[in-house]
């Protein structure tokens, strides 16, 4: 394999596992920037998974080619439904954040795979119709150099979620919206005292999050697994949430540590083809992510300056 | 006066929590143009009724004016657009953001959703220009003084047009340079033609500023009266409720050997950084010594070391004679210190537990209160029978949980938990801390008896009244130094107030004695 070849599918398939991660990553931007914890991302990308699956067996027939995009928005969708459930418990509820991510965690697989069998009579949908597959990327493909290597034969959901980081890097720092969020994930009190409805701007954030984390999971199962089951998410919402702290609650940050993430990732999968690599035992390169994740956190947490009304509930005066 | 000129009127306005009122028809009306203090104790019912002022509160009756219309203040929106901004106790203030965008939170400047920053940075400087609030537009809060702090925040309501202006306990956080300069700016803006309430408990501002003043106490208004004609005395009796005394009783000191010695001690902060820096300090047996310093200049830090509930970095500490360095807290303990934390619900009590075990958290394990690993509850009971009597803690019983106490009581419990144990060293960090006048006079009278027993008391505290009337020496923070340690007979509060400052002894000195010369100056020409 020639060098231009090994960089192209080192790239491509590094984007292709980064993919969930950067729009999940996002999604816990948000919300963490408006002070909720949603560590429900892995839930909610579980039910995005689950939904963009039967979307994709149900409507292939409907929509050819654009199937998985529709299948992205309906994970989305479902997503944001799921994500209610967080903001109502830990907003209106005043539930500990954490406790409220957990059931979350724990309801969403149990409920997906239960419809998985109800339907399928199998705790898998077995093989999507319409997986996301390798596109080129619209003119820049023909670039010269860089074009072969990054944008040919390439993740399309991946320079989605590159396109997402940097709009929503523009909505947080640049927007009125974005001040007011980060205002109230900071000092709730003093945004209300400015006329800010908190809970509202919390909802806004918890349900962005939502939505990204289940176009993230929409992701995993039609461009990475190409199927929905109990495996299919398996972990991917907490590195994901790994990346959101090693990216600094900035979104191009978060997108980056999602790119390493899904480069570490990618490696169990094409170390084969890679000189050095390919001596390593392949079971090390699958432990390598959750390794990598653990040691970034080690090293990040603490270090990384979260924003201070993190996780605590705010009580309206009245 | 006419019906016209009052920007405001609270007429009856009660609040009530559960069962408790915490304003109870209280009445107050602002004139245009006028400083209005509101004076009361800690707990009165001050913040209560600004609170519902300016919206964050609803009343549970009455009826409030504004330019003679009747509204319900429904939000803190309402009270800005009816003009009324209030400047907070504790600053409204984002740290990571800058002071604009601070200040424009809530009332961006945009285009279709994108912020106008240079615009709204222009807009900041005009008004900060404009009133005399020097501020930074473009400084992070976190990097910024207290004092430039409390400027970006009375910026934030003039920037939303506020015409009566609010400010609640300003001057807390403040050093005595920074008062000066804060009255100013508030007879300025008064000049400009906005109306100002001052929420305080400190006498001698309202007479310097105010030209009003309403007195509440426990939630209702005892009076209104013309701050120029009334005196200090007769609004602190108005305030009680009882003539109360200013003066701490006190002999001189007579000092013996030292009981703490501190060399070359350096403590860091959470954070990795320095927060005490090589200082030396000696408390000595029958003397108390004060620190002063502006909060977080390291004096939390120099505490929590001695006490053991932090690590020094190096130096050393000998309490009683005994190297105490990094040594537990029990063991410090034992050696012969008493604590009176800062913070005393976290640091002080255990608030669910019961009064009577609160009072042997420093002793159960010993006898007689505890035997072969079991406590021995009579004896913990007659125990804190004995300290209720003898401290007077006003409780219902001794086996009410500590968080039933009022904040004075509970710091009663606590004092004589440490004073009965009869320690060489007595701690005491903020004792009075948002206790009232006559739980302020109690405790000074308790630190007093004790060094007058011949124990060394080192009285920590933010309030430099309290360092200068208790204490017999009186040692300055700054910067995680100690910059100077001074006579309290021989200082006086502008002294204090440029150390507290940073500015070095001799230059403190040097601006005093100009100060005085200039005064007598201009007193010979007015003659």
């Known amino acids: ?318 | 006066m006419s019906q016209t000129n009052k920007v405001i009127e609270m007429k009856g306005i009660t609040k009530e929590f559960g069962n408790f009122r915490a304003n109870d028809n209280i009445h107050l009306d602002l004139n245009k143009g006028e400083i209005h203090a509101l004076l009361g104790e800690n707990g009165a019912g001050k913040s209560t009724l600004m609170n519902i002022l300016s919206g964050l509160l609803e009343p549970t009756e009455g009826e409030i004016w504004v330019n003679g219309n009747k509204v319900n203040i429904s939000s803190p929106d309402t009270a800005n657009q009816l003009g009324i901004g209030m400047v907070h106790q504790h600053f409204m203030l984002v740290d990571k953001f800058t002071v604009t965008e601070n200040i424009m939170l809530g009332k961006e400047k945009h285009r279709y959703g994108f912020m106008d920053q240079d615009s709204a940075e222009k807009d900041v400087q005009e008004l900060s220009d404009r009133y005399g609030l020097r501020v930074d537009p473009k400084a992070r809060i976190s990097d910024i003084s207290v004092g430039m702090q409390q400027r970006a925040e009375i910026l934030k309501t003039l920037y939303r047009g506020a015409d009566i202006l609010i400010f609640d306990e300003p001057t807390g956080v403040l050093t005595p340079q920074e008062i000066e300069e804060l009255m100013e700016i508030m007879q300025s803006l008064v000049n400009e033609g906005k109306s100002i309430i001052l929420i305080t408990h400190k006498l001698d501002e309202i007479k310097q500023v105010a030209d009003r003043c309403t007195v509440i106490r426990r939630g209702k208004s005892i009076d209104t009266v013309d701050v120029a004609t009334t005196s200090q005395q007769e609004l602190a009796d108005m305030m009680v409720g009882r003539s109360v005394s200013f003066k701490v009783d006190k002999k001189p000191a007579t000092p013996k050997d030292p009981v703490l010695e501190i060399k070359n001690l350096t403590v860091k902060e959470a954070r990795g950084y320095d927060a005490v820096k090589a200082i030396d300090l000696e408390v000595r047996a029958g003397e108390v010594l004060g620190i002063a310093g502006v909060d977080g200049n390291g004096q939390s830090q120099l505490i929590q070391a001695i006490t053991g509930l932090t690590k020094v970095d190096s130096g050393t500490i000998k309490l009683a004679g005994k190297d105490i360095t990094n040594k537990k807290p029990r063991q410090i303990t034992e050696t012969g210190l008493g604590h009176i934390p800062e913070d005393r619900q976290r640091y002080g009590l255990v608030l669910p537990m019961k009064l009577e075990e609160n009072m042997a958290l420093q002793t159960y394990y010993q006898k007689p209160f505890s035997k072969h690993g079991f406590l021995n509850h009579k004896e913990i009971k007659e125990h804190a029978k004995r300290l209720i009597e003898e401290f007077d803690v006003r409780t219902p019983s001794e086996e009410h949980s500590a968080a039933s106490l009022s904040g004075g009581n509970q710091q009663k419990a606590i004092i004589a938990r440490e004073i009965y144990r009869d320690p060489a060293l007595l701690i005491a960090a903020q004792p009075t801390r948002g206790l009232d006048v006559g739980a302020i006079e109690y405790i000074h009278k308790r630190l007093i008896e004790q060094r007058d027993n011949g124990k060394g008391v080192l009285l920590m505290s933010y309030e430099l009244d309290e360092v200068m009337n208790v204490s017999d020496r009186i040692a300055v923070m700054y910067d995680g130094n100690v910059i100077a340690v001074v006579n309290a007979d021989e200082t006086n509060e502008k002294e204090l107030g440029l150390l507290m400052a940073g500015v070095s002894l001799e230059k403190a000195h040097e601006q005093v004695a100009e100060s005085k010369g200039k005064e007598k100056e201009t007193v010979a020409d007015t003659k």
Not at chain 1, 53 to 82: R, Y
Not at chain 1, 243 to 269: C, D, E, T, V
Request: no cysteine; charged share 10%.
């Open chain 1, 1 to 318: 394999m020639g060098f231009m070849q090994l960089m192209q599918l080192i790239v491509s398939s590094s984007l292709m596992y980064a993919a969930p991660l950067i729009l999940t990553a996002l999604g816990g931007t948000f919300s963490e920037r408006g002070g909720v914890v949603n560590i429900g991302l892995e839930g909610i990308m579980v039910m995005g998974a689950f939904m963009s699956a039967i979307f994709n067996i149900q409507f292939f027939g409907t929509f050819g080619a654009m199937t998985p995009w529709i299948g992205l928005v309906a994970g989305g969708v479902i997503g944001l439904l799921f994500s209610v459930l967080h903001a109502v418990a830990t907003i209106n509820l005043r539930a500990d954040h954490i406790v409220s991510g957990t059931v979350i965690n724990l309801a969403a697989p149990a409920l997906a795979v239960f419809l998985t069998r109800a339907i399928f009579g199998a705790a898998q949908t077995g093989p999507l119709p319409r997986a996301f597959g390798r596109s080129n990327i619209f003119l820049l493909h023909r670039i010269p150099v860089i074009g072969p290597i990054f944008f040919r034969n390439t993740s399309g959901p991946a320079y989605l979620g590159i396109i997402i980081a940097i709009i929503a890097w523009f909505i947080l720092f640049k927007t009125r919206f974005g001040l007011r969020l980060r205002s109230v994930g900071e000092h709730p009190h003093a945004a209300e005292t400015l006329g800010i409805k908190v809970y509202t701007m919390k909802y806004a954030g918890v349900l962005i999050s939502g939505f990204l984390g289940g176009m993230g999971g929409a992701i995993q199962a039609q461009a990475i697994h190409n199927e929905f089951g109990i495996l299919t998410v398996a972990g991917q919402g907490f590195i994901a949430m790994a990346a959101m702290i090693f990216g600094k609650w900035n979104p191009l940050g978060a997108m980056g540590a999602a790119i390493f993430f899904g480069f570490a990732q990618s490696l169990a999968r094409i170390g084969n083809y890679i000189p050095i690599i390919q001596d390593i035992p392949n079971i090390w390169l699958q432990v390598l992510p959750y390794l990598l994740t653990i040691l970034v956190l080690v090293g990040v947490i603490g270090r990384a300056e979260a924003p201070a009304a993190i996780g605590k509930t705010y009580i309206k005066s009245k």
